[in-house]
């Protein structure tokens, strides 16, 4: 199995890369900057270059040999709202429209927790980055026929991973998940598909592969 993952140099996506080469699985990293490369490669994967604001016809060849895309890319808290609407909403849209244009199925969405919920968006402080990701996730679910699946973690923290999950979060005791564990719950489902899931996570006492055998 081949897979793109898209955002790649990010922090959860430099986790997917590291989790997921170590599988045995072909690991491309989408990269829209070159100077990311050697670290793509030193986490076991294979550089691609891959432009979120370029067009959706020039995400092709990107995907070319391509099973299964990964998008866990965003903006990042230090960029304005003009970006979030043009990585976490525009940029994934373009994303799943080349995907189907290359021919792939599986698309495996990296979104949050609350996404769901209009109320936690007023709250979170991070309107715009929560408007993106219901937009985006509703894209994906109605106006693709892309095999989806879409992981909604929690609060990510950069702690040590505890390989458990619970995918009931409203009845965990915590809001929140390791960002390597998010890593893991997308590794377990390239390795265990869940057509068609949304997928709600946060830290827990199942074991990652056995929470996502049991949807």
Do not use: C
């Not at 070159?34 to 060849?61: C, E, H, N, W, Y």
């Not at 968006?121 to 699946?149: C, F, M």
């Amino acid at each position: 199995m081949t897979t793109l993952i898209i955002g790649a140099h990010g922090h959860v996506g430099q986790h997917i890369v590291k989790q997921l080469a170590a599988t045995g699985e072909t690991v491309y990293g989408g990269i829209r900057n070159a100077q990311q490369a050697d670290t793509i490669k030193s986490l076991g994967g294979q550089p691609r270059m891959f432009d979120l604001m370029g067009t959706a016809d020039a995400m092709v060849p990107a995907m070319n040999g391509i099973d299964t895309v990964i998008f866990s890319a965003g903006s990042g808290g230090s960029t304005g709202d003009d970006m979030t609407l043009n990585i976490d909403l525009d940029g994934a849209i373009k994303a799943m429209l080349a995907t189907e244009k290359a021919g792939i199925k599986r698309f495996i969405m990296v979104s949050a927790l609350g996404t769901d919920d209009r109320s936690f968006w007023e709250k979170s402080g991070i309107r715009p980055y929560y408007v993106a990701k219901y937009y985006a996730d509703q894209w994906l679910r109605h106006r693709t026929n892309l095999a989806y699946t879409i992981l909604r973690p929690g609060m990510l923290t950069n702690d040590d991973p505890t390989g458990k999950i619970t995918l009931d979060p409203a009845n965990s005791d915590t809001s929140a998940i390791t960002r390597a564990d998010v890593a893991a719950t997308v590794v377990a489902v390239v390795q265990h598909p869940l057509p068609g899931k949304i997928i709600e996570l946060v830290n827990g006492d199942v074991p990652v592969v056995d929470a996502v055998q049991s949807v």
